[in-house]
């Protein structure tokens, strides 16, 4: 996605204080071990019984013949000892070196740890019948005692499955002090300069990636994300006395802000956070009703204005009394697998938001009881030449 322009941006968001709107840093919370996580997956698939390979690394690498291809680097690789004793001279240095791969560590906020796709490296390991040492690429940060991968998760698990727990594997060990600031920048800058060239990386990782490293168009996107009141990734630290949301997409949620407006996706955003109270929002039914607000936004303040109750929103009080009867957003997207085009759907929403005008339950709640359609083919017509509408529209 372009980077979206500040012109169409409210102030409020392009000048939001990430740092205030994230969650800080904790150790506890964010740092995570890659060998612990791999031994918690096996645990899992011991508790399934489904399938006696997965009882350990050893015995799926066994079961798989999976074997070794070539041979790990040893020139100019520092053994471990004499890692230790050059990170713990306190003197900045990037070089290769040798790490026990059960104390490699990564940190949740901006890498994949807490979900490695254990069926990736599995995949991996099967497409070439075992692991290629050429092919394996590990960087970690030393920070604060500890060694950090910013790069190589996936790898390190392959090389569990094919040595064990605590085999010495060799890494490219950076060391640039020990200043939380700074260090997080570094980590999450490295990750995203390296997310960037894969495509096995989906749009939160890349996007928190990019949004804690201080590039431009990341940071905007999660200002826009945070400002719009969702989540991500479980990062964003909520305004006080107000539940964050969630979105099917965000990468949706961002394109709908560039075709639509920032001021739309928000109107959007806050009618379904009243009407779907707790539930996801899902990005497609997002794009329908920002489409029909976009195209029939001064019918719809017209026909407000003839109510006397004040804030009066007729699709908001349509879309509640339908959810109330049970249609709700999967309703308005029915047939969204084949049919892609949220002007179809938005039409088929306007051709049941003309039904319930004519009906006693808008009149009940304090808006004119029309005979004739609120928005007409004619009306359509002036919006959309003919031959771009699809036939299946029927007002």
Known sequence: MKKISKQILPPMVVSLNLKEKLEKYDEKKHLLNVAKMCENFFLKQQKKKENSFFASPETLKIAKNWIQFGNPMTTGVLSYEEVL?????????????????????????????????FKNVFNNLDAIGGMDWNSLHITTVYFKGKFITVIGNHCIVKTIIMLGYGALIPCKIVYVGDTNEDIQKFMSRMHDIDASKRTNMNIVDRLVSQGWSGDEKGEEKMKIIISLGYNIKNQVVPTKGEDLLKISSVSYLLDYVQSFGYDVVEYVTNLMKDVYKGETHQSFCLGIFAQTYVMWKDVLEEYNKRNQKEGADILKTFLELK???????????????????????????????????????????????????????????????EDKIPQIIDL
């Not at 791969?101 to 994949?112: A, D, E, H, K, V």
């Not at 808008?362 to 959309?384: D, Q, S």
């Open 85 to 117: 004793q050059k990170v713990l001279s306190g003197k900045p240095d990037t070089f290769m070196g040798y790490l026990p791969n059960n104390i490699i560590y990564g940190i949740s906020l901006w890498n994949r740890t807490d979900h490695i796709n």
């Open 323 to 385: 959810s109330e009867q049970g249609e709700g957003q999967k309703e308005f997207m029915e047939g969204s697998g084949e049919e892609k085009s949220l002007l179809v759907h938005s039409m088929r929403l306007i051709k049941k938001l003309n039904a319930f005008c004519k009906s006693d339950a808008a009149f009940n709640k304090g808006y004119e009881k029309r005979r004739f359609n609120l928005i007409t083919k004619k009306m359509l017509l002036e919006k959309v030449p």
